[in-house]
């Protein structure tokens, strides 16, 4: 009997033992793998414009590495950087239809279908980034989504992915409005084609794929475009000058049809919603410490760098901020808004 009471709490120690072992070596990388065992093999396209050196390109690619680290390979996004799936309209376009499971862009290009995008980018409207964000942060930025949401089975899973502020490449330098007179130049936006004409502009519509040979062929002598986009695309070669007016703050969105993401099993919901977040902050922080960097190497190629003092800037601002109301009639839907930024940024000022 003494020997059964002595093996009794040997036995119960093993066990113990083999129970804390067991649940030392049951990692939460091993718990979360084992979680996605019996979930599905999925696999989605993302077609966007960006080239795939920039870095929206590389936040992408960011994106994809992430879903796959997490979902230990279930879960795969597969990259189509630099328009290879369609034009940026059409990249919109697929996305609704389903023939393309995500997407993204800029957000201008949503302006087709919510007038307020448009005028979301209508340049000289922001002061900086922090002030677009907001906007967007706010029920403005809620409200549009739920628009694209209900009218186009697109969901934005973000509209914050920062892009860099769009500059001008131009024949001549532009320091004033009366520079851009009779200057034909590509823009990106059809807001950015409402402002250049106030400045006396002749914006043309070239897709990003023919900027290149635009500038070359003198179809356009000018180019509203992000500053990693004149590098990206070698337009030091057939653009003189860079012309750093700062004048459209922007952002990306980051797309997926609706009845795609409502396919998804809710764990990959989640993964997708929390790694496009994590994608995007990679995404923000790279374009904020890579400005100053592709400035220097056109620079280096050959362009000149044409920067404005506060005061040349502010002419230009006056001109749109003067015209405002005639801006905004363009957009009946969007009436109003245009007054809610400004006061949503000088409320920013005051907070300061």
């Excluded at 403005?140 to 989504?145: L, Y």
């Excluded at 003198?218 to 992000?226: F, T």
Aim: aromatic share 8%; net charge neutral; hydrophobic share 40%.
């Amino acid at each position: 009997m003494r020997r059964l009471h002595t093996v009794l709490p040997a036995l119960c120690g093993m066990a113990l033992g083999l129970t804390l072992s067991s649940t030392i070596l049951a990692s939460p990388e091993s718990t979360e793998a084992a979680s996605f065992k019996d979930l599905p093999n999925v696999t989605l396209r993302f077609g966007t414009n960006a080239p795939a050196k920039s870095p929206s390109g590389r936040a992408a690619e960011k994106l994809a590495t992430i879903v796959k680290e997490k979902t230990n390979g279930k879960f795969t996004i597969k990259v189509y950087p630099a328009n290879q799936l369609g034009t940026n309209r059409g990249l919109v376009e697929q996305t609704a239809l389903g023939g393309l499971d995500m997407s993204m862009e800029g957000i201008g290009i949503l302006g087709y279908i919510d007038p307020a995008y448009s005028l979301l980018q209508v340049p000289f409207l922001f002061k900086n980034q922090e002030a677009i964000h907001k906007v967007l942060n706010d029920d403005v930025g809620t409200r549009i989504a739920e628009n694209l949401l209900e009218s186009r089975n697109i969901r934005l899973l973000s509209q914050t992915w920062d892009r860099l502020p769009r500059q001008i490449c131009s024949a001549t330098p532009i320091r004033t409005p009366e520079d851009l007179n009779n200057v034909l130049i590509r823009t990106g936006s059809e807001g950015a084609t409402q402002a250049f004409e106030l400045f006396g502009a002749k914006p043309a519509s070239v897709p990003l794929k023919g900027v290149y040979l635009a500038l070359q062929n003198n179809v356009v002598s000018a180019v509203d475009l992000p500053t990693d986009y004149f590098f990206n695309l070698s337009l030091y070669e057939v653009c003189d000058n860079l012309d750093l007016v700062n004048h459209t703050y922007g952002t990306q969105f980051v797309a997926i049809n609706n009845a795609v993401y409502k396919s998804l099993p809710a764990a990959y919901q989640k993964i997708l919603k929390s790694s496009v977040a994590e994608a995007g902050n990679y995404n923000n922080l790279l374009t904020k410490k890579l400005e100053d960097d592709y400035i220097s190497r056109l620079k280096k190629k050959g362009m000149g760098i044409i920067r404005l003092s506060q005061e040349q800037h502010d002419a230009f601002s006056e001109v749109v901020h003067n015209n405002i109301e005639s801006i905004e009639s363009t957009w009946p839907e969007a009436d109003g808004l245009a007054k809610k930024i400004f006061s949503i940024q000088e409320n920013m000022q005051l907070s300061i």
